[in-house]
Nanobody
Framework: QVQLAESGGGSVQAGGSLRLSCAAS????????MGWFRQAPGKEREGVAS???????IYADSVKGRFTISQDNAKNTLYLQMNSLKPEDTAMYYC??????????????????WGQGTQVTVSS
């Protein structure tokens, strides 16, 4: 199993920045692909950014140019640098991992392991 723990959420004004972290523990070799997802009240969970262990990344169109996903394999930690935040970025952000991601990197159904989430609130 893989355990995931997010941190770094908070409240910022529009245009501000936050950096989310996701610490992985357990059988981390199962984390061939990892991603960040978000869910706003009343909306479905959506993929934000994902990364393969070898470094290939993919982003949702809504965050391209503003968010950057990265990983530190030595620390078993995934990051999401979020710049130029907008009120519509407000959501609970989740870290996820899977061994294969067979249904696509930004598809929540691809992922087996999930963290508890960290809240991001952007005010206008």
């Amino acid at each position: 199993q893989v355990q995931l723990a997010e941190s770094g959420g908070g409240s910022v004004q529009a245009g501000g920045s936050l950096r989310l972290s996701c610490a992985a523990s357990g059988k981390t070799y199962l984390s061939y692909c990892m991603g960040w997802f978000r869910q706003a009240p009343g909306k479905e969970r959506e993929g934000v950014a994902s990364i393969y262990s070898h470094g290939t990344t993919i982003y949702a169109d809504s965050v391209k140019g503003r968010f950057t996903i990265s990983q530190d394999n030595a620390k078993n930690t995934l990051y999401l640098q979020m710049n130029s935040l907008k009120p519509e970025d407000t959501a609970m952000y989740y870290c996820a991992a899977d061994r294969r991601c067979v249904s696509g990197l930004l598809n929540p159904t691809s992922y087996t392991y999930w963290g508890q989430g960290t809240q991001v609130t952007v005010s206008s």
